[in-house]
């Protein structure tokens, strides 16, 4: 069974980058499409971007001139940037599998919540 | 971009009572991309109903999906007090995939 764990920093300054971490474990990522999705406290979710294990990425247009998704230099994670960030970022943020660009979100990680304050 | 707009917001139910949750698409969706995810508190979205009807696994039998083209709905049969959660509907057809606001299903 895949296991995904979102790791990185509770807080970031505003203006900065929030840099987080997907490590896939019981799995390999090859052959998988891997996103990130958001969700601020107590409000639903918002898909932010996915990449495919060999490098190709799709973002939300709503993120996309703030956020770049790789493929970690460890062979099984995978990492968001999130540029100059507001509090409106403040968010849990989860990364899950799915098996096509067109499929629902099979496994996820437990989450982050990542704060953006001074 | 695809709205999903989820009702009701919140459904206040009694264990044993059946649930019927809606989402509507702003624009017709092809059921392959239409998916239903349980969420409690503090944990991750668990993924219930892929392609409109079909059932994740391990996921029991009292948890169906059915709809199409806008309207969708997810029935809980018989509420088991571990059902009490939110729940989201989601499209993953077309970029960028969206999701509904969702509804709360609380005990009455």
């Known amino acids: 069974q895949v296991q995904l764990q979102e790791s990185g920093p509770g807080l970031v300054k505003p203006s900065e980058t929030l840099s987080l971490t997907c490590t896939v474990s019981g799995g390999s990522i090859s052959s998988f499409y891997w996103s990130w999705i958001r969700q601020p406290p107590g409000k639903g979710l918002e898909w932010i971007g996915y990449?495919?294990?060999?490098?190709?990425?799709n973002y939300n247009p709503s993120l996309k001139s703030r956020v770049t998704i790789s493929v970690g230099t460890s062979k099984n994670q995978f990492s968001l940037n999130l540029s100059s960030v507001t509090a409106a970022d403040t968010a849990v943020y989860y990364c899950a599998r799915h098996p096509t660009p067109y499929t629902d979100f099979d496994s996820w990680g437990l989450g982050t919540l990542v704060t953006v304050s001074s | 971009e695809i709205v999903l707009t989820q009702s009701p917001g919140t459904l206040s139910l009694s264990p044993g009572e059946r649930a019927t949750l809606s989402c509507r698409a702003s624009q017709s969706v092809s059921s392959t991309y239409l998916a239903w995810y349980q969420q409690k508190p503090g944990q991750a979205p668990r993924l219930l109903i892929y392609?409109?009807?079909s059932r994740a696994t391990g996921i029991p039998d009292r948890f169906s999906g059915s709809g199409s083209g806008t309207d969708f709905t997810l029935t809980i049969s018989r509420l088991e007090p571990e059902d009490f959660a939110v729940y989201f509907c989601?499209?993953?057809?077309?970029?960028?995939?969206?999701f509904g606001q969702g509804t709360k299903v609380e005990i009455k």
């Open positions: 990449i495919y294990y060999s490098g190709s990425t």
């Open positions: 989601q499209q993953c057809g077309s970029s960028p995939r969206t």
């Open positions: 392609g409109a009807s």
